[in-house]
């Protein structure tokens, strides 16, 4: 099964400033190989359900290794089983629609 | 690690009432025997990461067999290495700060 | 336009502990008199749009004047205009379906 | 009071494709004159609090009256009064980190 989700992970009890905790994410992303792009509000990614959540559990780790005590994570997680979808049908879907 | 969650499963493409769908997700969650407590909006579950993980991915693989083509679930994710905390901790974290 | 939300704000740069915060919160829905029900990751209300959404900035200009420099909140909202719905309404619609 | 939000509009009851219904919304951010960027799993918006606010209003009300009786929008909300931030400050606070 395949899935695509919205991954935002917010650590808590490290100051006002994140974004070396989630450049650490980043790293994560990146060397599992999976198709993701960074948005302003959080990061897509696309692959099989379990390579994916991997990443997603290994963020958290990294993040506490790293000196977070807390973190809470927003996602939010798309699949489906009556045709394939990647990030970018998605965005140019909507594109197409939008196109005068 | 331990994780607190929220989830919430909207099936699409199955017309407008959708509590038939997040019953099965119940079902998989009673089953899976973790603690949990449903909401207006979703609901909270609580334990080890890769069993809490493991019944958001049956929910979709359910959700999918009952008919449903298309899934879009939000969902927190909580953890934290300072301390354990429970579900029930959290509330009534709260709920003692409006104590009068 | 009728409106349900479940509401959870994150403040950053305070600490781990932010019940104090959320208590803060609580205390504006409550002040509005709003049908709010709080679950142990985030608080449902329920109300006319307009109502519900200045508690969500009254929310965070609190939190903000009680020393959080920095906030992230992340919120579902359910409309519907096929009928009316509570909050009590769509717990009771799942439990239904799973009674024996 | 400056807020950044990640906005994703899920229409229930009308089908599998939803396109259609996220393009009405994205003319009417567009509409709005605030800054914004899709992404496949939604769209950041920044601007004044009301304003910002007026736009995920009016997005429920049109695709409401595109036909959809039922809607369950997920979004995530940003202030912070230590600092200006604009969408892509946070992007490329992140990509700083990461370069070699």
Request: hydrophobic content about 40%; some cysteine.
């Amino acid at each position: 099964m395949n899935v695509i989700i919205d991954l935002c992970v917010v650590p808590m009890g490290v100051g006002v400033s994140v974004s070396e905790y989630v450049a650490l994410c980043q790293r994560e992303i990146e060397r599992a190989g999976l198709v993701h792009e960074m948005h302003a509000y959080g990061t897509n990614i696309e692959g099989e359900w379990d390579e994916v959540m991997a990443v997603v559990k290994r963020c958290h780790e990294v993040v506490h290794e790293a000196g977070a005590p807390r973190i809470t994570t927003t996602m939010k997680l798309g699949t489906r089983v009556d045709r394939e979808q990647s990030l970018a049908d998605k965005v140019s879907s909507v594109s197409r629609k939008l196109a005068p």
